[in-house]
């Protein structure tokens, strides 16, 4: 089944599926352009027969199908599928789709699913809001959206290994999905990677590389040595299927609130791609019809890491290191910038930055007050969100935070805020709690 081609966010030239894939080409081969420490031109996006789709989906069957099961739509994935048997269609119905993606076992999905409550509600200073909650999946991070399709298109191309560059979460990411489905996965990352995720992405069994310099040198070098060894490339932005796996999260805000979207998603925003692939899935839940409006984005960043706040002032890009507590949205050239800007602009969001103090204050406050622990890149969304409730901009909108990364993946961070305990004796113990 083939029912999608690639366009070019840039010139918008059409391609088909077999010139992309077969050949393995990454942006536009009319107008990609790949400088470095420069945001990528010619990014590639996947659309659909949305006509078709609309008969085939009906908004009110959409909303009963479970958060994290990607496989139940597979007409809005670019994912080769056969219908089921009859006997299959008639036990799975709602739950399963009447499709199931080519060469793939229903194990095979399994083991990539995604936990069906990832949307919470909590409550700060009498103003109540959502949380998307990604740091239970299953490499603990939001990357899992993106690695998982594209492990399974290798499958379904037949490769075997895959490449990628990281600061860490997308890296254990394709580590540990490609451990689940039986491919080789070859990471790149910088020399300063939390050292938390550089034992979770070797523990993975991945082969992994640290190179001497930041995120946006390992993002060079992976591409160079992907291209000349012929390795599959999952680096973020550059291979389409990093921004169209993210729109899941879209999908699943969708399902899980029946339709009531939320009014302001607050993301955090390193290269742009978690933003463009939200994006990407609301643009798609308009096009069919199943929402009136978008919400609007607010791309939230690092003081020491802020392209995008910068681009949104002027539309001129000019490369300046990032340096952040939060290395998960540390880049000095965003890959997607381009893509990011248009996603803010069409939705009336805004970009906004935020200290490393203001980040580690906001994780020490949702762990204490809400049980979550998460890693910096994620307190910002909740850092950014007390700001704009100070300043009185969200009135009676409501408001989602995107949480996209376990604290445990980067423990040095906790130790900013949480000092060192000696231990105590038993004696000291007793009379503590027995001779008051």
Request: proline share 4%.
């Amino acid at each position: 089944m083939k029912n999608y081609i690639y366009k070019c966010f840039d010139c918008g030239k059409t391609y088909s599926q077999d010139e992309i894939e077969k050949n393995l080409i990454y942006l536009c081969p009319s107008c990609g352009t790949i400088g470095k420490n420069l945001p990528l031109r010619g990014v590639l996006l996947i659309e659909y027969d949305y006509e078709a789709i609309k008969k085939k989906y009906k908004k009110k069957e959409f909303l009963k199908l479970q958060p994290g099961r990607f496989w139940q739509y597979n007409l809005l994935w670019p994912l080769n599928s056969e219908k089921r048997s009859d006997k299959e269609s008639n036990k799975n119905k709602v739950r399963d789709s009447s499709y199931v993606l080519s060469g793939l076992t229903q194990n095979d999905m399994n083991k990539i699913s995604l936990p069906s409550n990832c949307l919470l509600k909590y409550s700060f200073e009498g103003n109540n809001f959502f949380v998307l909650d990604d740091t239970r999946n299953p490499t603990l991070s939001f990357k899992d959206r993106a690695s998982s399709l594209v492990a399974l298109k290798a499958k379904e191309l037949g490769i075997k290994e895959i490449a990628a560059a990281s600061t860490g979460n997308a890296g254990s990411s394709l580590a540990g999905i490609c451990a689940r489905l039986g491919l080789k996965s070859i990471i790149f990352v910088p020399k300063l990677i939390p050292e938390a995720k550089r034992i979770q992405i070797q523990s993975y069994g991945a082969e992994i590389y640290l190179v001497d310099g930041d995120y946006d040198l390992a993002f060079d070098t992976c591409l160079e040595i992907s291209a000349e060894k012929k390795i599959y490339n999952r680096n973020t932005g550059y291979n389409p299927l990093t921004i169209e796996g993210k729109k899941s999260a879209a999908f699943d805000i969708f399902m899980t609130t029946k339709g009531k979207m939320p009014d302001v998603i607050f993301i955090p925003t390193g290269d742009g791609v978690v933003l463009s692939g939200l994006y990407k899935g609301l643009w798609e839940l308009k096009k069919l019809g199943w929402i009136k409006e978008l919400p609007k984005l607010i791309a939230v960043q690092a003081e020491g890491s802020n392209a995008v706040v910068r681009y949104m002032k002027n539309q001129k890009f000019e490369y300046m290191p990032a340096k952040s507590i939060a290395d998960s949205i540390s880049a000095g050239a965003p890959r997607c910038l381009y893509m990011t800007y248009d996603a803010i602009i069409k939705t009336k969001g805004e970009a906004i930055q935020v200290s490393d103090t203001e980040i580690l204050e906001a994780q020490k406050f949702v762990a204490q007050n809400y049980g979550i622990l998460i890693e910096p890149s994620s307190s910002s969304t909740f850092a950014a969100y007390k700001k704009y409730i100070s300043q009185n901009k969200l009135l009676k909108q409501t408001a989602l935070l995107l949480f996209t990364g376990n604290g445990l993946k980067d423990t040095s961070a906790l130790k900013n805020w949480n000092h060192s305990i000696e231990p105590s004796t038993s004696k000291f113990i007793k009379e503590k709690f027995f001779n008051k």
